[in-house]
């Protein structure tokens, strides 16, 4: 094992790579080129990152190429120590709404001039 490369590499480095083996897998694998493409990878330490993905049902779609994924940066940065781990993490304000009004209310918030076009037009949002 000690016999291994473990060259030095910058977390640039391994962005670049890493959007190269997406980049490669649009055409055979789109949902694995979305989930690379999405979030660049969180650095742990030096040799371990972490992929962030939005629910489980991605984790395990990630899991199935994990293995060609990490080996691929490990060839092209030439260290063989390289890590990466999942975890299911969500992103911003990812809440379930509970009805049309609920959503129409966060957008509001969101976007105020939607009541103004909701007055100035007089919509009725169908809630």
Same mark, same amino acid.
């Given at each position: 094992?000690?016999?291994?490369? %473990? ?27 979305? &989930?690379? !493409?999405? %979030? ?9 990152? &972490? ?30 120590? &390289?890590?990466?781990? &999942?975890?299911?993490? !969500? ?27 909701? !007055? ?8």
């Amino acid at each position: 094992m000690d016999d291994l490369p %473990r060259e030095q590499f910058t977390k640039d480095k391994l962005v670049v790579h890493w959007r190269q083996y997406a980049f490669k897998m649009k055409e055979t694998h789109p949902t694995l080129f979305q &989930i690379l !493409s999405k %979030r660049e990878p969180v650095q742990e330490d030096s040799e371990t990152y &972490i992929l962030q993905v939005e629910n489980d049902v991605l984790l395990t779609h990630v899991e199935t190429h994990l293995l060609d994924f990490v080996d691929y940066l490990k060839k092209q940065l030439q260290n063989y120590f &390289i890590q990466v781990k &999942i975890e299911v993490h !969500s992103i911003g304000d990812d809440k379930k709404f509970l009805s049309g009004r609920d959503k129409f209310q966060t957008l509001v918030r969101k976007y105020p001039n939607l009541n103004t076009l909701k !007055s100035l037009f007089n919509l009725d949002i169908e809630y």
